[in-house]
């Protein structure tokens, strides 16, 4: 018969925790160092997926180059306002593979795969009768395998629950941290509330709406890119002067042409001084949405921590 842990043996493990854990918990997904990727298993999700998207876009002629960048930015932006209302209004729920990296302090991490559950905030008359809610497991790379983080709105205090997975898990306990904490944004670029579709949209209407008071500002929308299996239309928008109000040098967008959603964004910063024409600075961010199934139909339990199916 297991013994209760007692107060002492309980900060212990904490602090044995924070001592082998520090930084493994974090706000958006949970991150990793910037070591060398894992190599990738077999699954459908598994080819890097800057590869297929890039050689997508290589693949693809530029349809729409002639309307000035603004009127192609404006375009981009009444698409965008259309998605988020269609999310609000439509999407209760997804499903979805995350494939994410990030530069965090001058260093661009790996390639991190998640299996993400999320249900959407809903409103009625005043009052939220959904809450924003998050379920990740990792799936690679291998040092994080199994890892398990939930977030739900208003619940623990507005902290996130998080598992370590594989060999760690059998030893470290489940924790509660604040999602806007040192330990939970170590590595990140944002906090977990930002994650998820309909916050990555948010994000982009504000780039754009900065980007379009610009004067030398170009976008142009090309049709027939792929992201894995899905069709997609993708705007791509660059800034080639730097300026503090903005965010990046060039930015892409995949619109899902059956889903009417942004399924992909890859950001790139200014080239280095001295760099030949038209050179990429580093990716800065990039988030991919791989396997995107809506309407679902997750529940209470799938934001549990006492789902029989979790490792908490």
């Known amino acids: 018969m297991n013994q209760k842990?007692?107060?002492d043996s309980r900060l212990v493990r904490r602090r044995e925790f924070a001592s082998l854990a520090g930084g493994f918990f974090a706000?958006?997904?949970?991150?990793?160092?910037?070591?060398?990727?894992?190599?990738?298993?077999?699954?459908?999700?598994?080819?890097?997926?800057?590869?297929?998207a890039n050689a997508a876009m290589r693949a693809?002629?530029?349809?729409?180059?002639?309307?000035?960048?603004?009127?192609?930015?404006?375009?981009?932006?009444?698409?965008?306002?259309?998605?988020?209302a269609q999310s609000k209004a439509e999407i209760n729920d997804y499903t979805a593979v995350l494939a994410k990296r990030e530069r965090v302090n001058g260093t661009l991490g790996v390639h991190e795969y998640m299996a993400l559950k999320i249900r959407n905030r809903k409103i009625a008359d005043g009052r939220i009768v959904q809450p924003f809610s998050v379920y990740i497991k990792f799936?690679?790379?291998?040092?994080?395998?199994?890892?398990?983080?939930?977030?739900?709105?208003?619940?623990?205090?507005?902290?996130?629950v998080a598992h370590e997975g594989g060999f760690k898990g059998k030893f470290l306990p489940?924790?509660?941290?604040?999602?806007?904490?040192?330990?939970?944004?170590?590595?990140?670029?944002?906090p977990l509330t930002e994650i998820g579709i309909?916050?990555?949209?948010?994000?982009?209407?504000d780039r754009g709406q900065k980007a379009i008071q610009q004067p030398n500002v170009t976008a142009?929308?090309?049709?027939?890119?792929?992201?894995?299996?899905?069709v997609c239309t993708v705007l791509q928008v660059n800034q080639p002067t730097r300026m503090p109000q903005l965010?990046?040098?060039?930015?892409?967008?995949?619109?899902?042409?059956?889903?009417?959603?942004?399924?992909?964004?890859?950001?790139?910063?200014?080239?280095?001084?001295?760099?030949?024409?038209?050179?990429?600075g580093q990716v800065i961010e990039e988030y991919n949405y791989l396997n995107l199934q809506v309407n679902v139909g997750l529940g209470d339990a799938d934001f549990s921590t006492e789902n029989p199916a979790y490792n908490f």
């Open 220 to 230: 142009e929308f090309r049709q027939g890119a792929r992201l894995k299996d899905r």
């Open 198 to 205: 309909e916050n990555m949209i948010v994000k982009l209407i």
């Open 247 to 280: 965010d990046f040098c060039q930015a892409q967008v995949f619109l899902d042409d059956q889903l009417n959603l942004p399924i992909r964004y890859i950001a790139h910063d200014w080239p280095a001084p001295g760099s030949p024409a038209g050179a990429l």
């Open 139 to 160: 799936l690679k790379p291998d040092d994080v395998e199994g890892r398990e983080v939930i977030y739900v709105e208003n619940q623990n205090e507005g902290n996130l």
């Open 174 to 190: 489940t924790v509660t941290i604040p999602v806007n904490g040192m330990l939970a944004m170590r590595g990140q670029r944002y």
């Open 60 to 84: 693809t002629p530029k349809t729409n180059p002639s309307p000035p960048g603004d009127a192609n930015l404006l375009r981009g932006l009444q698409i965008a306002r259309a998605a988020l």
């Open 27 to 52: 706000g958006a997904f949970l991150s990793t160092t910037a070591s060398a990727q894992s190599p990738v298993a077999p699954q459908p999700w598994a080819q890097p997926v800057h590869r297929v």
């Open 5 to 7: 842990p007692t107060a």
